[in-house]
């Protein structure tokens, strides 16, 4: 196979031991790799015993911390190529110049489960992209739903504890099927439509070769002159989307959890590649109030009727990687990791995730410089004044290592945005310091309801079989009915359904919470600009 410009990258950080002699990590060639040095054949180890001492020590720091979310993921490496350029709309060349072939690298994932646990349980599943483009890396990192379940960042430690194994028990291990989570669910209303995705069979994907991928939130296209629209990213699979039943994958949770990572390895050993078509949808920025919802709350789509996805690009994963720990686990996506013509939205979700991927990589990969981990770098030139820190690789050159200086010329210049430096989108901002919620994010429930009625008789039956095993496993019984109140907002035979399952009391209806209320889909209540 043709090798890429990342293929060529890391090229040069490829070990072959085979056929090598062993060493310590000094280079020394050593005689025994099966006993210690000991005084006398009988005797104690002894401390002087160097060779052993660096494997043991190398050996018990083997283990870097999981990801504090989607800990159990799988990836593999590929190319992007465009159908036609996206010039009107970004600047950004690896979506305007059609003869590019950008090289990807792409983790699927669960969110909840710890390292080691089953592949097909029902949760979200991640479908993260790092682009290393000419301009510096672009990272994609999306979901197989297209929502969210809270709005604001500020929340998602409080969902994270609520949908983890419960803290006493460590109980259950990967499931929403247990008192916080839903506990969570009926206090924070918002969740309603990811719920619903969550319960149905896009939970449970056959494969990760025929799974949709989203980018979720609203984000920015910005165009050489500066103009800007809202886009959404969509990936979608040429294999189609699929889905296990859940009787098929609880057994396989048993007889192989590997089973996603398995199929999508040996389909590309096999030469079979997976393919999945890039998609947007776009919107111009004085349509931003048309809706009867609000474009940046990342509990809506936008539905496709309204705002076509047009198909410009594929990616095809062609090539396993050589080291699941150098390569899989080491990989830092950042939804921060932007290029000229791509920019964000004040989406307050997107705002925080902006702030944690960087934060929490930090613990992650031991300190400052994991940018310099081979599977993280970007393959166009990376030079800047910062220095040090643990596990720095590079040696920079020069008694300078400041911005403006006299002293030397030779420290990096910054860029015009012509000649490829980004440039913040100049997006007015006005209002009070607030620290509450827009009343233009407060319909709960219509899209659920959409979505609920966008389902075919079979999928409604394995919708209302997922609600009632999982809250079914739900000790509390308040916890229970509140749920069943609550979805009774989305769809009345729903929640009887799950109520008469669970032994809960048929839903009250509305329940007390105004934002239960959802208003009718109308003109007039069309989200209005918001007063500044
Ligand atoms: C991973 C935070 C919402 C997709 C992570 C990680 C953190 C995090 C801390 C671990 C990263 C690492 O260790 O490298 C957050 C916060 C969110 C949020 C604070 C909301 C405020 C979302 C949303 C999506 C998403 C809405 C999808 C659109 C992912 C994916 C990964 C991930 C795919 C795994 C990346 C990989 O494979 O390495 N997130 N997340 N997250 N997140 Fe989020």
Redesign the pocket.
Known sequence: MEKNRKDEQLEQFRVDDRDQKLTTNQGLKVTEDEFSLKAGVRGPTLMEDFHFREKMTHFDHERIPE????AR?F?AHGEFELYESMNQYTKANFLTDTSKKTPVFV???T?VGSRGSAETVRDVR???TKFYTDEGNYDL???NMPV?F?Q??I???DFVHAVKPEPHNEMPQAASAHDTFWDFVANNQESAHMVMWAMSDRAIPRSFRMMEG????TFRFVNAEGVAHFVKFHWKPLLGAHSLVWDEAQKISGKDPDFHRRDLYESIENGDFPVYELGVQILAEEDEFKFDFDVLD?TKIWPEEDVPVKLIGKMTLNRNVDNVFAETEQ?????GNVVPGIDFTNDP??Q??L???T???LI??GGPNFHELPINRPVCPFHNNQRDGYHRMTINKGPVSYHKNSLANNTPATSTPEEGGFEHYQEKVEGRKVRNRSDSFRDHFSQATLFWNSMSDIEKEHIIDAFSFEVGKVKNKDVQQQVVDMFANVNVDLATKVADAVGANPPTGGGSDVTKQSPALSQENMVKKPDT
């Open positions: 990801r504090v979310v989607h993921g990836a983790r699927f994932s969110v991640g479908f993260a990192v999306g979901n969210f809270i604001d960042a929340k998602f430690p989203f980018g979720v939130h990342p990989v830092a996506f950042h939804v979700l997107l925080g995730r702030f944690s991927y934060d929490t990589q992650r990969l």
